[in-house]
């Protein structure tokens, strides 16, 4: 264990109040017998939101299963942006802006449709992939197995997320497809070598490094529910989980969720997320990155993920990163960040068409896929859109997700008149209704 790792893993142990001790113990000593029960019980306790995620019929409907089963500091965190969440709600409404203009009497039949497409450098059934989210056994406790599980059913690209909580070999077991790994920018360079060596082992392909969140965007409905990773036990925490039995029932019988990305650190939650805080660093600049595309080598592709700016897409290129990837991380970060699909045009016409680029943020039906490629994006990352599935209903809802996702893709293309989502060209099938 690193000196930092223990130093870390002193301050927390010194940290507990006794409230917060006795609530862990407590769960602790239920846990087992919870266990125990959790075949019988949680089919039972579930059911109502299994309701949901079966009648749902679009994203929005599994959003308010999401947020009818999970505890309020959790759906908070996952529904949330940063400030007045002005970015979020543009990042979703810019969508809504732009039209279509359809061809007809094209011809193409239902089994006339090919959505099939290659990311970065495999190839998908989907122009779309399933992004790296955090701490996904917090929103439900089958967590990012559950999510792999389901990406790898419908043949999906999956990213995970750095501050995973089940183990990397877990989610590459449960989905080969899961090739790319999303990394932090973090003060320790031994630790992210440690973490770049065990991800080459586990079989990820390609790194996909983080650039928008050295700082933490100021998220307030975070804080006016008391969210905490993990959980604090705090009074508003306590009386909040009793409004959402099946949530807190899964949460009580099951392993309690932590970050996996320091995985010999047997210590308690509390000092590792703590410590993964502190790791992060605002300092980290364009040599960190251009260290970090050589450190992954040969591995496979190196991708720049919160790209905004025509000029920062320009010199990543240059710095050696082979894809870009356009985001506002789902309006969490920057207040007022201009929506990513708003920009897709502008760094596509800098960068050339050669270049690969990803984009994501505010996706929530499969014509917003579509729109994006036109658009000029290689490929689109959802985010909320299954991670509402995965809330309401662990692997079946986010089948549930990617299957509406699926259909409305189809469904457009059919509409459209485009028998390849790779011959879509957005010049002269879009345009922008009063786009600010
Ligand atoms: C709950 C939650 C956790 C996230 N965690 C991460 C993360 O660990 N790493 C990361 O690069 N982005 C993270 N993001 C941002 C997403 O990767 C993505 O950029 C964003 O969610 C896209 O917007 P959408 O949710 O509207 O689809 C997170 C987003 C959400 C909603």
Redesign the pocket.
Known sequence: MSAAIQNAVKKALNEKTIWQRVVTSTLDTLRPSAKALHPILMPVLDRLSMHRVHKAVNIEDLRNAAQQRAHPMVYA???GGSGDERS?KR??DSFSQLQWKHAVLHGIGNNGVNTETTILGKKYAMPYFL?????QRM?HADGEVATAQAANKHNLHM?L???TTSSFQDVRNAHEGAKTL?L?VWKDRALLKDILDRAKEAGFENL?L?AD?SWVGNREREVRNDFTIPPSYSLQQCVAAVTRLPWAYDFASREPYRYQAVPEAKFPATSLAKFIAEQMKPEFNWTDAEWLCKEWGNQGKVVL??VIREDDAERAIKSGFDALWI??????QLEDAISPIVQLPNIRARVGSGAEIIV?????RGSDVVKAIALGANSV?????Y?YGLTAGGYTGVDKALQIINTDVKLTMGLMGYSSINNINGKDIIVPRDWQ
Request: hydrophobic letters at 35%; a positive charge.
């Open positions: 965190y996952l529904d979020l990042s979703i992004t790296s989210c955090a701490g929103f990213a997320s750095q501050l999303q932090y996909a983080t969140f993920k919160g985001s506002n991380h789902g309006g969490r994501d943020g505010g996706i929530r990352a959802i985010g909320r859109a991670l």
